[in-house]
T-cell receptor, first 113, second 117 residues
Framework: GENVEQHPSTLSVQEGDSAVIKCTYSDSASNYFPWYKQELGKGPQLIIDIRSNVGEKKDQRIAVTLNKTAKHFSLHITETQPEDSAVYFCAASIRSSGNQFYFGTGTSLTVIP | GAVVSQHPSWVICKSGTSVKIECRSLDFQATTMFWYRQFPKQSLMLMATSNEGSKATYEQGVEKDKFLINHASLTLSTLTVTSAHPEDSSFYIC?????????????FGPGTRLTVL
């Protein structure tokens, strides 16, 4: 089955700096890659996603890049703010397999004011 | 749009009792709902996938007789933890797919914190 690895597990950045979180996946059939933000005691919230026919997607301060050949995708947050502090999860899924998500292990991001 | 609610948000129960958790899609029809379990500082572990009107598909290692899942309508799925024990204490989260939009996205509920004494 699919295996998703996520790095780093913890990340601290100064407010205003950029943060990058990287994920790799093992199954080349995976074709959908969402990123979720989870605040303490809450459910994950979708922040951005990308499909395998696209190499990059951007939404204001957040961007995701996908390298299908290398089987890795990354989340980029620019101009970080304290409210960006949370745990971020990447996931990979294969539409034909019923859309089961395979999650990474999470990255705890702390933005220092 | 795409809001998923869960009820209750937290529950404390005695060992041996059963607890029911509801998951509702508020503004869309969810043909497929998923139930996850999350331990502190860990990732989400898929427990089961439920399709409206059919039996849930459980992941390996998840006891179907202990974690009863019902997806009786396009907007409601329930998870019942039967004969709960302290080791069942965890954060349970549901998610739902919008069947009408035919998207891959899963929208998550806010989670339910279960504590079994």
């Amino acid at each position: 089955g699919e295996n998703v690895e996520q790095h780093p597990s913890t990340l601290s950045v100064q407010e205003g700096d950029s943060a990058v979180i990287k994920c790799t996946y093992s199954d080349s059939a995976s074709n959908y890659f969402p990123w979720y933000k989870q605040e303490l005691g809450k459910g994950p919230q979708l922040i951005i996603d990308i499909r395998s026919n696209v190499g990059e997607k951007k939404d204001q301060r957040i961007a995701v890049t996908l390298n299908k050949t290398a089987k890795h995708f990354s989340l980029h947050i620019t101009e970080t703010q304290p409210e960006d502090s949370a745990v971020y999860f990447c996931a990979a899924s294969i539409r034909s397999s019923g859309n089961q998500f395979y999650f990474g292990t999470g990255t705890s991001l702390t933005v220092i004011p | 749009g795409a809001v998923v609610s869960q009820h209750p948000s937290w529950v404390i129960c005695k060992s041996g009792t059963s607890v029911k958790i509801e998951c509702r899609s508020l503004d869309f029809q969810a043909t497929t709902m998923f139930w996850y379990r999350q331990f502190p500082k860990q990732s989400l572990m898929l427990m089961a996938t439920s399709n409206e009107g059919s039996k849930a598909t459980y992941e390996q290692g998840v006891e179907k007789d202990k974690f009863l899942i019902n997806h009786a309508s396009l907007t409601l799925s329930t998870l019942t933890v039967t004969s709960a024990h302290p080791e069942d204490s965890s954060f349970y989260i549901c998610s739902a797919r919008d069947g009408q939009r035919h998207t891959d996205t899963q929208y998550f509920g806010p989670g339910t914190r279960l504590t079994v004494l």
